[in-house]
């Protein structure tokens, strides 16, 4: 059964940095792309950055493109998010979630969630 666990949420001062983990198990084959949705307070979860699993495309979301990295270290089976220049409006639960592929992902259709880790950053 897949099973995704992150890591590294907490607190930090507006343009500080953070660094994401998201150790992944039990992936089959079905699954082609992993990343990150985040959801703040009264807010819907939206999209943050994936990363293909087959042939390393990426995507970002146009609020952290330019401050936001996502890697994977595929022998390992962890993806990271290396998160930048933080914002207040960056504050929320970040998910990792597993998908089809990066279409899939981007069009909200997770087949895999981890429980989330809480990221604050104070203004």
């Known amino acids: 059964q897949e099973r995704l666990v992150e890591s590294g949420g907490g607190l930090v001062q507006s343009g500080g940095s953070l660094r994401l983990s998201c150790a992944a198990s039990?992936?089959?084959?079905?699954?082609?792309?992993i990343g990150w949705f985040r959801q703040a307070p009264g807010k819907e979860r939206e999209r943050v950055s994936f990363?293909?699993?087959?042939?390393?495309?990426?995507f970002y979301e146009d609020s952290v493109k330019d401050r936001f990295t996502i890697s994977s270290d595929n022998a390992k089976n962890v993806v990271f998010l290396q998160m930048n220049s933080l914002k207040p409006e960056d504050t929320g639960v970040y998910y990792c979630?597993?998908?089809?592929?990066?279409?899939?992902?981007?069009?909200?259709?997770?087949?895999?969630w981890g429980q989330g880790t809480q990221v604050t950053v104070s203004a």
């Open positions: 039990g992936l089959g084959s079905e699954f082609g792309a």
């Open positions: 979630a597993a998908g089809w592929d990066l279409l899939a992902l981007v069009g909200h259709a997770a087949s895999a």
């Open positions: 990363v293909s699993i087959r042939d390393g495309e990426s």
